[in-house]
């Protein structure tokens, strides 16, 4: 299977917010519960019905996360000593360095300037519960043409997940929604 990526534009509306504080107004529903921003709703809930015409169900496991939802997250995930992960996966959070517990997959360390931080505080990515692989396998070959891509395409990296999908394409408008 082909992972799709495309490296993440930031659309100018979400330049002057602050990660995981967004101002209302910024963010929209998506059809299987949650929010995102706007344009990525519009692009997500499209792919949605065309999932849903194709028999496929996206469930929702993680949408737009607020920044104490990823402190919090984020705190639950590391620790401050290595407890032996392999591999080991180290973020950088109040200038020390901050180890992945066993069995826990990574987050972005939370960032209090706001300028940096979580795909999902920025209300661009969203989790979806691809345990079954005929929903990966949509979802890399249909996920692209809404703007939704993968944050990586090797599978052999600790940082990667199949299950985070982020809408990268910035002020774009995906062809598929006609504008």
């Known amino acids: 299977m082909k992972y799709p990526y495309k490296k993440l534009v930031l659309p100018t509306a979400l330049k002057s917010q602050i990660n995981g504080k967004l101002e209302a107004g910024t963010l929209a529903k998506i059809t299987i519960g949650g929010h995102m921003w ?43 000593e290595d407890g032996g992960r392999v ?12 180890y992945l517990k066993k069995g826990k997959s990574p987050s972005a360390a939370p960032d209090p300037t706001g300028k940096k931080g979580s795909n999902h505080g920025w209300g661009l990515a969203i989790d979806l519960n691809v345990t079954n692989s005929k929903v990966a396998e949509w979802l890399c070959a249909n996920a692209p043409t809404y703007g939704f891509y993968l944050q990586g395409d090797d599978p052999k990296s600790g940082e990667f997940e199949l299950w985070h999908w982020q809408y990268v394409l910035g002020d774009v408008v995906p062809k598929v929604l006609g504008d």
Do not use: C, E, H
């Open 38 to 80: 706007t344009g990525a709703a519009r692009a997500f809930n499209a792919m949605n019905k065309k999932a849903v015409a194709d028999g496929i169900k996206l469930i929702n496991i993680g949408d737009y996360r607020s920044y104490q939802g990823q402190l919090s997250m984020f705190k639950d995930r590391y620790a401050l």
């Open 87 to 98: 591999p080991q996966i180290t973020r950088t959070f109040n200038n020390k360095t901050w």
